[in-house]
């Protein structure tokens, strides 16, 4: 992944607490080339690391002159958001990793997208992917007022594929008429706020397997172990360091890699934005993530070492 610094070039409001950053290149040399559901690593001089997605246009030829996210001030968080209204600005730098895709937009006849609040920006650009491949598709997009829906006038531009429903004027959105009955050609894409996504989980609940796909910006709340009984010590061997660490309950498997002076790339340290994505050589994962489908949980062959474990007392990562 590549790391870097960016200019930001352009920065407007775009709703009610939301402004958006165009940026350029530093140097001489381009921008990486990106698709649809890539997201960006903005490492802020706090220390803090947050992830954006990227909503501008995808150049079908290639062209990375200049990438487009959107930040959503947010008074509760940890302090990224704020720090960025308050001090980024036009012709100010940032320093950049990326991008890195976990929300990939796969082919399809027909995409049926659900978005919610900030969460429209994955959709942005595989809106229009959608449309220059051809395919079907429609956007159900709500928030809690019109004045707080980033890029709505933008979206308006579709005409009727879109449906703008915020939720002061509408109520919650009218999931079942939109998504309807299982349909085999189709793919839904939603990203949003936790009881959306939960509520899209339960209406596609029998549609195929794979049809739903979904980007959290908060972990679920579940079970803290999927594994029986009570945490326990576990082993783990770096294999390429030729380390081996015992990783106490209290601790992260990450955490104690990064305290064997061991080099790493991390974020949300949440599950939620794959940055420490470590190869599995040997031993049974106990995942506890909010990114990986069921598929390449079952694979076990990956984990995010920031919050899953080990089902047993040892495992093998290619660190």
């Not at 490492?43 to 990438?67: E, F, H, I, K, N």
């Not at 399809?108 to 395919?135: D, E, H, N, R």
């Not at 990450?254 to 420490?276: F, T």
């Amino acid at each position: 992944m590549s790391e870097g610094t960016v200019t930001v070039v352009a920065r407007r409001t775009v709703a009610d607490g939301v402004v958006s950053l165009e940026l350029a290149p530093t140097s001489v040399e381009p921008l990486p080339s990106w698709r649809p559901g890539a997201h960006i690593d903005v490492v802020l001089p706090t220390g803090v690391t947050r992830q954006y997605s990227l909503c501008g246009p995808v150049d079908p030829a290639g062209d990375t002159a200049r990438w487009r996210v959107a930040v959503l001030r947010e008074p509760d968080g940890r302090g990224g958001s704020r720090w960025i209204h308050d001090h980024v600005h036009e012709g100010g730098e940032l320093r950049v990793r990326g991008p890195r895709n976990n929300f990939p937009l796969r082919p399809a006849a027909k995409y049926l997208f659900v978005g919610g609040g900030i969460g429209i920006t994955p959709l942005l650009p595989m809106i229009a992917q959608a449309g220059a491949a051809g395919a079907e598709w429609s956007l159900l997009y709500g928030g809690r007022t019109r004045a707080s829906m980033a890029f709505v006038p933008e979206l308006e531009g579709y005409g009727e594929r879109v449906t703008v429903r915020p939720q002061d004027r509408y109520g919650l959105l009218d999931l079942a008429g939109f998504l309807g009955d299982p349909d085999p050609s189709a793919l839904v894409y939603c990203c949003g706020p936790a009881g959306l996504i939960d509520a899209v989980e339960a209406h596609c609940a029998t549609w195929p397997a794979g049809a739903l796909n979904v980007e959290r910006f908060a972990a679920t709340a579940g079970p803290r172990s999927a594994g029986d009984g009570a945490e326990q010590p576990i082993e783990v061997e770096l294999r390429a360091s030729g380390t081996t660490l015992t990783v106490p309950p209290e601790l992260s498997v990450l955490k104690a890699v990064e305290q064997a002076g061991i080099p790493v790339l991390s974020s949300c340290e949440e599950g939620i934005c794959g940055s420490c994505e470590t190869a599995v050589l040997e031993g049974e994962v106990d995942h506890r993530d909010s990114l990986l489908t069921e598929d390449e949980r079952a694979a076990n062959d990956t984990m995010l070492i920031c919050v899953s474990r080990a089902r047993g007392r040892h495992l093998v990562l290619d660190l």
